[in-house]
């Protein structure tokens, strides 16, 4: 195998022999019951929220992004799930605090449990990896900057959403019915 691949693999491997896997039926069921789930991230951790957000349609869920311009104002029984890896990016703790006063549910998915995002979250996702800072304490990773976070941000929500198609018993056909046709 590729030295730079079993680098990568080996360092997943790390961040996830220290996720509580509980955290996955944690998420699984908070998405069960909000009329509609909002996701919000920057940068590639952004991306990583999009990902999410596209999975959740395919499975069948009222889902958003923020800051896309068909996005409706979010309401007291929703859900926004906020990715930081820092828990710190401004405009995300900016957010997460705006829905908190407007009555939503917010989950926090960072790598920094005591950050200002977490504080502001009602449920953490604590995913134990590397930052684009390094701070004493992070699992330590040859990859630039956050790749080390997002790379397990995503496989965290593809875990998420392996979870939730089988509580719905929901085969690939339900989820090919919800792709995108105009391809």
Do not use: W
């Amino acid at each position: 195998m590729n030295r730079e691949i079993e680098v990568i693999l080996n360092e997943i491997q790390t961040v996830f022999s220290k996720i509580d896997g509980e955290q996955v039926e944690k998420l699984a069921d908070m998405l069960a019951s909000p009329k509609s789930i909002f996701v919000l991230g920057e940068g590639r951790s952004g991306l990583m929220a999009k990902s999410f957000a596209m999975r959740l349609m395919h499975l069948g869920f009222h889902v958003f992004v923020v800051g896309e311009t068909i996005t409706p104002s979010i309401q007291p029984g929703d859900l926004l799930i906020a990715v930081s890896g820092s828990g710190t990016t401004s405009n995300v703790v900016q957010a997460a605090e705006k829905a908190k006063k407007n009555g939503v549910s917010v989950v926090g998915v960072t790598s920094d449990p005591s950050s200002r995002l977490a504080e502001t979250s009602d449920s953490v996702v604590h995913i134990p990896s590397a930052t684009k800072y390094r701070r004493p304490g992070e699992i330590e990773s040859r990859q630039p900057l956050s790749s080390l976070f997002d790379q397990s941000v995503h496989l965290f929500f593809d875990a998420v959403c392996l979870k939730i198609a089988g509580q719905q018993k929901s085969g690939d056909e339900a989820a090919l019915s919800r792709h995108s046709n105009l391809e």
